[in-house]
């Protein structure tokens, strides 16, 4: 099991650092009039490389998630205790959603949306983890619950 937690961890570092590389060369490529507003999203969602991307980042969180239920934290240390009553499965999600934490305006938002080939950071947190069984497991939510996304419509790649 140990073996596998590593090479999952090793897998999903790898599918992060190609999301990087395909969003980054896809959104170069966007030409100059295409940049802003919903022509900017549009063309990017014709780009085949984009979606690479979004599908790689989507496959390292799984990877990720995957190889902390296996044990990959036992490669260097035993088991962490809990903290400030999370668990370390929790605290891998908080984690993950705190990168994207932010409190922005409406305006803001527009703009955002207006300019940036990504989406808005509360659903690039909430969009993934709703699709995890691994994240309702960690915080025992329920069917039905806004962070559970049913599983009919759940996007499962890997």
């Given at each position: 099991m140990i073996a596998l937690a590593a090479a999952l961890a090793l897998v999903a570092a790898a599918l992060f650092a190609v999301a990087a590389v395909a969003q980054q060369r896809a959104a170069a490529a966007v030409p100059k009039d295409r940049v802003g507003g919903l022509r900017l999203v549009l063309t990017l969602a014709r780009r085949p490389l984009w979606w690479v991307g979004t599908l790689a980042d989507v496959g390292g969180y799984a990877a990720q998630a995957a190889a902390l239920g296996l044990g990959s934290l036992l490669?260097?240390?035993?088991?962490?205790?809990?903290?400030?009553?999370f668990t370390p499965e929790q605290r891998f999600f908080l984690a993950y959603a705190h990168n994207w934490?932010?409190?922005i305006r409406p305006e803001y938002a527009r703009f955002l949306v207006s300019q940036d080939p990504h989406p808005l950071s509360k659903f690039r947190a909430n969009?993934?983890?709703s699709n995890m069984p691994?994240?309702?497991?960690?915080?025992?939510?329920?069917v039905g619950s806004p962070m559970v996304r049913p599983e009919a419509k759940r996007c499962q790649i890997w």
């Open positions: 490669l260097v240390q035993p088991r962490p205790q809990n903290i400030d009553g934490a932010t409190n969009g993934p983890l691994q994240f309702a497991e960690a915080f025992q939510c329920k």
